[in-house]
């Protein structure tokens, strides 16, 4: 029996925080599936297209590592992956007040679904796809930011949109 992760989010864009996370479930799980949501309310700068190129260009090196885009409800994605597992990333108590409310509706709606929460490095606790974005319009470095291979890329592209 596989063990079967989903990590869902925004990626928006990905950042050094996110591939820190994926980075340490990829040895605990068999296949790891980041779903990138894809959700007309939610507005995001970069297209579902451009967040899943830039991940799939950072994860590269991982062979148990798919990305893939969903646009209903976290707990059907799981299942059409047949993962058991849902991965949240935590940073500040911030965070913790939606991530607990999510994590008991999805528990609700499917008790055979277990979230698992990841706290973040301490050097990535203040990095989050909104902070990149903007001290990359301004031309900040993003060098610690972001990962290497899409970092020239998404300085570009963040300039370009000032
Ligand atoms: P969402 O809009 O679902 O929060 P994000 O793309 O912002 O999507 O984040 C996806 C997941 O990654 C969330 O669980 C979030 O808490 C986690 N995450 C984001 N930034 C970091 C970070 N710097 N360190 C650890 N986890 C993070």
Redesign the pocket.
Known sequence: MQRICV??????P?????M??IGRIVDMFDQVVVGV?NNAQ?KTFFSVEQRINFLRQCTSDFDNVEIAYFDGMLVDFASQQNAKFI?????AVS?FEY?FQMASVNKRLRPELETIF????TR??????SIVRDVGRYGGDLSSMVPNQICKQLQHDLLRQQ
């Open positions: 990590y869902p989010g925004s990626f928006d990905v950042t050094a925080g996110h820190d996370i949501l939610k991965v949240r990333g935590l940073r965070d991530e990841l706290m973040t490095r990535h606790s203040f990095l989050s796809s």
